[in-house]
């Protein structure tokens, strides 16, 4: 099985769609503008602010774009004591902060809403984290023309999601930054890097894979790549570029070579970040429980950002954040790729 969209990239990058700040329609279209294909998140906004995403990044190329969307098919809400516990311990936090805490709430980021949406005025691709779409949104979407990329992270989720019959599948690795894509977040998750993840799914389906997790220098790509990727799924790369929305603190943090830790602290849902006091004091005692703890928390993390504590803010990043360079997207893109065939060069050379 092929992509159309992927076998027409002029270059095999895809920008990862960082909800939450960093991902903007600057950032999604200059990407797009140098040869890979930008997204944008749908995650944690309206419809009307992801239709306004869409119709920005579209004023600034008319080259195809991506969006992804939260899918929580089947997801359960968490211990409610367990939630009112944590609640109780970030209080302080609160309290030191000025804020009050958010209001804990289930619900599933307004998927069916912005599938009408986006069937309605498609964009090139859909890609879903977090769990398996419904089966009528991937068959309504490609009916509209616009290709559906499951995330996924081991070979059963992979088999899974082949049955769907989507385009393409994300293979996210144990490194990648921000939260992880299994289908079930609990201690049964997939602990796969990329590369291996890559070879078993590779032998698992026949459906062409986007490598992401780690994926910060040229180097990293070319391997994905030969690995059998098709393309790769750049995130923590971007963050220092001019076009993302990347806040002041995180920026700062993610030129360090601070390390890195996976934590349920600041959503209630795995997600790897740069380690920072509260991830420290907090990640123990965190539940499983998402998206309430994304909304308890998110008054806290507000305030992290506009007051420039990044001890109080989600750092989301992947283990080679320290590489990140500071240039325009587009001139990252075009660096990345030159890199990759740089180095894909010497390996052959080096096989003789």
Same mark, same amino acid.
Request: hydrophobic share 50%; glycine share 10%.
């Given at each position: 099985? =092929? ?42 906004? =309206? ?12 004023? #600034? ?49 307004? #998927? ?104 910060? =220098? ?104 320290? #590489? ?29």
């Amino acid at each position: 099985m =092929t992509s159309a969209l992927l076998e027409a990239l002029p270059l095999p990058i895809v920008g990862a769609p960082m909800a939450g700040g960093p991902t903007t329609p600057a950032l999604a279209a200059a990407v797009s503008e140098a040869g890979g294909l930008g997204f944008l998140g749908a995650g944690y906004k =309206t419809v009307a602010a992801l239709r306004e995403d869409i119709a920005a990044t579209r004023a #600034l190329t008319d080259r195809p774009i991506g969006v992804n969307a939260f899918a929580l098919l089947g997801a359960a809400p968490g211990d409610a004591e367990a939630i009112a516990a944590y609640a109780a311990r970030l209080a302080g936090e609160a309290a030191r902060a000025g804020v009050e805490l958010g209001e804990p709430r289930f619900e599933d980021d307004h #998927l069916a809403a912005k599938m009408e949406a986006l069937i309605a005025d498609p964009v090139a691709v859909v890609s879903f984290t977090f769990g398996l779409p419904p089966r009528d949104a991937v068959e309504r979407l490609h009916a509209a023309g616009a290709e559906v990329w499951i995330t996924v992270t081991s070979p059963t989720e992979a088999r899974a999601a082949a049955v769907l019959s989507p385009d393409a599948l994300i293979v996210q690795g144990l490194e990648a930054g921000g939260h992880r894509g299994v289908f079930v977040d609990d201690e049964s998750a997939s602990d796969l890097t990329l590369l291996a993840a890559l070879q078993l799914i590779g032998a698992a389906v026949d459906l062409p894979l986007v490598a992401t997790g780690g994926l910060t =220098t040229g180097a990293a790509i070319g391997a994905a790549l030969v690995a059998g990727a098709a393309a790769a799924q750049v995130g923590s790369a971007y963050l220092r570029t001019p076009e993302a929305g990347t806040s002041e603190a995180q920026r700062a943090a993610t030129a360090t070579n601070a390390p890195t830790a996976l934590t349920r602290a600041f959503t209630g849902r795995t997600a790897r970040g740069i380690v920072n006091r509260l991830l420290t004091e907090q990640s123990a005692a965190a539940p499983r429980a998402y998206p309430e703890i994304h909304h308890l928390t998110g008054p806290l993390r507000a305030h992290g950002r506009a007051a420039g504590d990044a001890d109080l803010i989600n750092l989301w990043a992947g283990q080679v954040h320290a #590489l990140a360079p500071e240039l325009p997207a587009g001139e990252l893109t075009r660096q990345l790729v030159a890199n990759a065939r740089a180095a894909v060069a010497a390996a052959r050379a080096r096989l003789g």
